[in-house]
């Protein structure tokens, strides 16, 4: 389980160190694609592979389930975690999510996702300004 935020440097060649805590439950090998909103999500294997599926599974006579099915599969990537517990972001994903030197790196639960410091804070402040009424919609889910 992947809890907390944590904010890691990038090095020049734009690796990337896991938080420690996070290590055993992430496994050797990941998969990195682009995060919904402009962030990059990492999945260990055994959360990527059901995901994957269901994706898969989506319609192909639907529009929006063929670009939901692009925008998770045409920049996923097959990682490994080098033994510092470091991992290279593919420079294309970076870009897009526009993660330069440093990283705001967050636990979601079954997965993590990876910021940039600037958007992560836009995203804080939503949270901040909507967390009532983002609760009260989905009190129903709970």
């Given amino acids: ?18 938080p420690a805590r996070f290590r055993e439950a992430l496994g050797a090998e990941v998969v990195i694609t682009r995060g919904i909103d402009r962030c990059l999500s ?26 939901f099915r692009r925008m998770v599969f045409a920049e996923a990537s097959y990682l490994d975690v080098d033994r510092q517990g470091r991992v290279l972001l593919p420079a294309d994903l970076r870009q897009y999510a526009e993660i330069d030197r440093e990283a705001t790196v967050v636990g979601v639960h079954s997965y993590i996702e990876i910021w940039s410091p600037g958007r992560w804070d836009m995203q804080s402040r939503v949270m901040d300004e909507e967390g009532s009424s983002i609760a009260e919609r989905l009190a129903e889910l709970i």
């Fill in 1 to 18: 389980m992947f809890l907390g935020r944590y904010a890691h440097n990038v090095d020049s060649k734009g690796r990337l160190a896991i």
């Fill in 42 to 67: 990492l999945y260990p294997l055994d959360t990527w592979t059901p995901l994957a599926e269901r994706v898969s599974s989506l319609s192909i006579s639907d529009p929006d389930a063929r670009n």
